[in-house]
């Protein structure tokens, strides 16, 4: 009798899924400072800072914060410094710039503190294909990481790969 060989699973390539590396969409919020302008398009400093302080900044607790503005309006930079300076003790993070961008940055902070170590010397396939959608940027972040030190980078699944990098035999 004919023994089949699962010749993928014995051919020690890593599978790296991004999906892992996405934040949780009720960590992400967002701080927009339109419901605090004056017909939608001047920032009173006064009134401003009378706001922030009644605000409810507890809703942001441990939550990684989006701070943008999504009205065409002159904000001023100290506005936003201001909002931050209530933000930064209640907040896992804030960030300047709108959520789908917090995301690409949180995404790709858990790229670079990937340990190279982990995939030195290894052939690896990054994960594609998937009900999840992955930001283009985390596939560039991620190739940029780990080429530097991987025998093999590939695209898409184990059984079937696009190649991307081959490190030269030395």
């Known amino acids: 009798m004919e023994q089949f060989v699962n010749?993928?699973?014995e051919s020690g390539i890593i599978t790296l899924d991004l999906v892992s590396y996405i934040?949780?969409?009720d960590s992400i919020s967002s701080f927009d400072l339109k419901p605090f302008l004056f017909r939608e398009m001047i920032l009173r400093e006064k009134d401003y800072r009378a706001a922030l302080q009644t605000f409810d900044w507890q809703q942001f607790e441990g939550k990684h914060v989006a701070m943008f503005c999504s009205v065409d309006a002159i904000v001023p930079v100290w506005a936003y410094m201001l909002a931050a300076s209530y933000l930064q003790p209640i907040a896992a993070s804030a960030y300047f710039g709108t959520p789908d961008e917090l995301t690409?940055?949180?995404?790709n902070n858990k790229i670079q503190a990937i340990d190279k170590a982990d995939y030195t010397d290894k052939r690896v396939v990054i994960k594609g294909c998937g009900d999840t959608p992955i930001p283009e940027a985390a596939y560039v972040a991620v190739s940029l990481h780990l080429r530097p030190v991987v025998k093999s980078l590939m695209y898409g699944e184990p059984c079937?790969?696009?190649p991307i990098y081959k490190a030269p035999r030395v």
């Open 7 to 9: 010749k993928v699973a």
């Open 23 to 25: 934040p949780a969409e």
């Open 104 to 107: 690409r940055v949180l995404i």
């Open 160 to 162: 079937s790969t696009v």
